[in-house]
């Protein structure tokens, strides 16, 4: 059974700092792209960024503006994301997104709240 689970949300402040992690149950792992993903209330829910199978290419969505990291580890089964510079707007619910061609897995999330 495919499991997405991730972890390290929370509350932090304005300028702050969170690292979000996504553990896989995944067989061939190293051959999906994996994803984060963002939905604040009352909005749809949006890339933040993605990186591909060998995690060697990264995309991020503009709103980033050089203050998230994505990450890999295809050894641990594991993707990242390293949110610096946190602002109010980021507060949402990021979830983890595993996809090849043919299939596409989420995580059931983790909230980040940014407030003062």
């Known amino acids: 059974q495919v499991q997405l689970v991730e972890s390290g949300g929370g509350l932090a402040k304005p300028g702050g700092s969170l690292r979000l992690a996504c553990a896989a149950s995944?067989?061939?792992?190293?051959?999906?792209?994996m994803s984060w993903y963002r939905q604040a209330p009352g909005k749809e829910r949006e890339l933040v960024a993605h990186?591909?199978?060998?995690?060697?290419?990264?995309n991020y969505a503009d709103f980033v503006e050089g203050r998230f990291t994505i990450s890999r580890d295809n050894t641990k089964n594991t993707v990242s994301l390293q949110m610096n510079s946190l602002k109010l707007e980021d507060t949402a619910v990021y979830y983890c997104?595993?996809?090849?061609?043919?299939?596409?897995?989420w995580g059931q999330g983790t909230q980040v709240t940014v407030s003062s």
């Open positions: 990186i591909g199978n060998a995690g060697d290419a990264t």
């Open positions: 995944l067989f061939a792992f190293d051959t999906f792209v």
């Open positions: 997104n595993a996809r090849d061609f043919t299939k596409s897995y």
